[in-house]
């Protein structure tokens, strides 16, 4: 199977120069998590940014500087286990494809474990079970939310399942949540105002020569994680089979699902990328 046959050619993007608001506005627009940048006027593609870019890069607001440059490719008639194997190794969620230095289409993890193991007999048959990453990275259902995000970071995930006071599962939160629940504050800064002998001076209608900053900052509002979790969770079983695991996340557009036992207890995550070695030979 090549990358071709299961690529999206119908692919938004955006371009340089421009800014973070305008990758807000398209994501939010579109719903997607991640957009090819290309040269204005052309598909030459430059590079790719992400919510994640937009997180880690909070003030930041150049899509110049936001963006991945010149980020890896495939062809159209690349094989799906190289796109696959790339990804894997790499962590990507999504590749650009290119042609003579075009933008043609995008891949993603979906689409390639939609297209390789959804059908696949053998996968039909096998569970999820050796697939589950067993370590869960939890918080109290109280913290608040800025500090939820930075545990997040320092664990190195992209969602946390969230517990209430009886340590039960109450919700989760997820990298995407995040980007949803920030607000842009602005934030002026006035630099030393000076004067045409080059001393510096109280401001005045007489002063010439100042400059102010403007930033624009991601913030999260300092509310318990509770308020804004996602509370009605899809989850699988550890007996799912991993044809029917792809079908849930594809159907519900989610990239993660908390894994419960027989008795209903968690006792894992299961990730698309954890699924995605499957389509290419180790």
Known sequence: MMVKDCMQSDVVYVSVPGTRENVLQLMAEKQINGLPVVKKGSKTLVGIVTRTDLL????????AMLMVR?????????????????????KYRRLPIV?????VGMISVPDIIGAVLEDDERFKSENISKYIRREVFSIWDQTPLPLSYMIMEMAGRNSLVVVNASGG??????VSDYIRLSEVEIEDNISEVHNSEG??????????????????????????????????????????TVAECVS???????DQ??????????IGMIEDRDLLRLAFDE
């Open 199 to 240: 001393g510096t001076a109280e401001w005045g209608w007489a002063s010439k020569d100042f400059l102010v900053v403007t930033k624009k900052l991601l913030k999260l509002p300092n509310v318990p994680v509770a308020q804004v979790m996602t509370k009605n969770m899809i989850s699988v079983s550890e007996v799912t």
């Open 70 to 90: 010149d980020p890896v490719t495939v062809s159209p008639t690349s094989k799906i286990e190289r796109a696959a194997r790339i990804m894997a190794e790499n």
């Open 169 to 174: 599962v109450s919700g989760l939160m997820t």
């Open 99 to 103: 042609t003579k230095g075009e933008l």
């Open 56 to 63: 880690r890069k909070a003030d930041e607001n150049q899509l």
């Open 257 to 266: 699902a908390p894994v419960l036992s027989a008795a209903g207890n968690l």
């Open 248 to 254: 849930i996340l594809r159907k519900n557009e989610i």
